[in-house]
Nanobody, 129 residues
């Protein structure tokens, strides 16, 4: 069982930056792949970024590549999402999620928002134009 708590959301102007953090409970955090998924009003949850358990492999949605950076600190049981050059279309609730499966033969697996076992409660990010 993993419990996830996000923080760091808020209101920011276009072009600004935010850093989200997700604190995980449990002693097995370093065995989980971690991801960030977002959901805009009236839309489905979509994949944003993913990081493997050791932190040496990352995956990004095309819409955030080059602007967002996912990282993790296994000693602190925390995963981060640094968001730069924010746009109004980045406005959404951002969820942190944990996946007990760290490897798949399917490359599309790593870019799915549906593979996660545990979810946080979400944090709102609003980008004003």
């Amino acid at each position: 069982q993993v419990q996830l708590v996000e923080s760091g959301g808020g209101l920011v102007q276009t072009g600004g930056s935010l850093r989200l953090a997700c604190a995980a409970s449990g002693r097995t955090f370093s065995s989980y792949a971690m991801g960030w998924v977002r959901q805009a009003p009236g839309k489905e949850r979509v994949f944003v970024a993913r990081i493997n358990p050791s932190g040496d492999r990352t995956y990004y949605a095309d819409s955030v590549k080059g602007r967002f950076t996912i990282s993790r600190d296994n000693a602190k049981n925390t995963v981060y999402l640094q968001m730069n050059s924010l746009k109004p279309e980045d406005t959404a609730v951002y969820y942190c999620a944990a996946d007990s499966v760290s490897w798949s033969a399917s490359s599309t697996y790593y870019y799915s928002a549906r593979v996660y076992d545990y979810w946080g409660q979400g944090t709102q990010v609003t980008v004003s134009s």
